[in-house]
Nanobody, 118 residues
Framework: QVQLVESGGGLVQPGGSLRLSCRAS????????MRWYRQTPGNERELVAS????????NYADSVKGRFTISRDNAKNTVYLQMNSLKPEDTAVYYC???????????WGQGTQVTVSS
């Protein structure tokens, strides 16, 4: 069965850091595009970062460039999102997303809450 299991969310002060992890199973992780999205109540789900299957090309939303880093470890079937210099506006539910090579299905994690507050 396909699973995307996220961890690492929580409460952090402005300027702090968190690292989110998403462990995948049930599909060919090593040939899949991986992405992180986030969503707040009343807003559309927005793309935060993406990384290609080899981990050689990454893209970021303008709002997080220079602060967030996406990475992956194909041997562990895991994608990460390192979040530094966090701001209150980064508060959201963060979702892991997988697009397999053939694109027949798109998979989502359950989401993990990130709250940036004093």
């Amino acid at each position: 069965q396909v699973q995307l299991v996220e961890s690492g969310g929580g409460l952090v002060q402005p300027g702090g850091s968190l690292r989110l992890s998403c462990r995948a199973s049930g599909f060919t992780f090593g040939s899949s595009l991986m992405r992180w999205y986030r969503q707040t109540p009343g807003n559309e789900r927005e793309l935060v970062a993406s990384i290609n299957s080899a981990g050689s090309v990454s893209n970021y939303a303008d709002s997080v460039k220079g602060r967030f880093t996406i990475s992956r470890d194909n041997a562990k079937n895991t994608v990460y999102l390192q979040m530094n210099s966090l701001k209150p506006e980064d508060t959201a539910v963060y979702y892991c997303n997988a697009v397999p090579y053939f694109g027949l299905n798109v998979y989502w994690g359950q989401g993990t809450q990130v709250t940036v507050s004093s």
